[in-house]
């Protein structure tokens, strides 16, 4: 039986992307290939809702989190990171190591930013050249709204960079009409894919940033991917062909689909995770409605069951991958993904196999 993965990514990848997986290599440097990636560039720019060009880059989300802040920014820069969760604390680590001066808001998990406190940040720092922010937060399933942080940097000096790595396609996304100035997203999330790619969309205003930055690159300059597309449609360095090719394939299937009732399609099916969870004991970790993201549920586990020992027990006994909380709610938490063609079939499933295992792992 083939493991179901209950995570936020990587997910369970459809039979019908495992087949075109398996297909013999084409070359990426030939007339077959440019084809394909013009194409795949058209589609992308649907799906991130922008009409500039949106770069294909071999690697995973991290490494498009870093190719943002070299690409954008010079040593000593100053910039705001709002911190809602782990991977929000992550943007702050890549500004440091590159000699950024990083300001942060932080916020308690399972919260989402406060707006006016943003806007007092840049009033009082009037130098910061960047916003980066988390659109869904994989650390504790906080969606956070772009559209407020768009109106507030739109007509300023500073640049809003957004992660939407687990964001992106089950959620509404619209990057020119709110104002985001970068985004980046990967294969391994909504795109039903294997990891391995990452995707970036600058607006015009981030290209104007990105022919000031001194900070050094090589493999991650964007001038050489933009330079490469724009002559000759390819890639400036090798890329994992397998996975573009079949990545076109995603795309036509969503867009076919069409991303929105792809986004209710996942709301419904999160809002029927949550009352089963809840029939179980299990407590909602977010309690506000309107900040829940629709990638995976996170749920605190009962008192008395040990959250470590339980996702083992799902895992060996039925071949059910859950993910477990982060950083300080490791082993109190769960985190219930529902990326790929994840259906309610296959909730009930795991709700039955909870029910099953709660009774023999308490602590």
Known sequence: MSKVLFTPGPTNVPDFIREVLGRDLIHHRMADYHELLKE????????????????????????????????????????????????????????????????ELCYEWGNSYNIDEVENILDKFPEIKGVFVTYHETSTGVLNNLKPLGNLTRNRGCLLITDCISGMIVHEFH?????????????????????????????????????????????????????????KCEQPFTPAISIVVALKESLSYLLDKGVTTVVDEKRMLRRYAEEKLQELGFKLFIEDESIRGNALIPVIIPDG?????????????????????MGSYAGKMLRVGILSDITTKEIDLLVSYLKESLKDYKK
Request: hydrophobic share 35%; charged share 20%; with cysteine.
């Open 40 to 103: 795949i560039n058209e589609d992308l720019k649907v799906v991130f809702g922008t009409s500039n060009d949106v770069l294909v880059l071999t690697s995973s989300g991290t490494g498009s989190m870093e190719s943002t802040v070299v690409n954008l920014f010079s040593q000593g820069d100053s910039v705001l990171v709002i911190n809602t969760g782990w991977f929000g604390k992550r943007f702050i680590e890549i500004c440091q190591v590159y000699g950024l001066t990083v300001h």
């Open 305 to 325: 069951v040990d959250g470590k020992r339980l996702t083992s027990s799902i895992d060996e006994r039925h071949n059910f991958t859950v993910a477990g909380g």
């Open 175 to 231: 990057m020119d009409e709110w104002g985001v100035d970068c985004a980046v997203a990967s294969s391994q999330k909504g795109f039903l894919l294997p990891p391995g790619l990452s995707f970036v969309a600058l607006s015009d205003k981030a290209k104007d940033a990105m022919e000031q930055s001194s900070l050094p690159k090589y493999y991650w300059d964007y001038k050489k991917y933009f330079n490469s597309f724009n002559e």
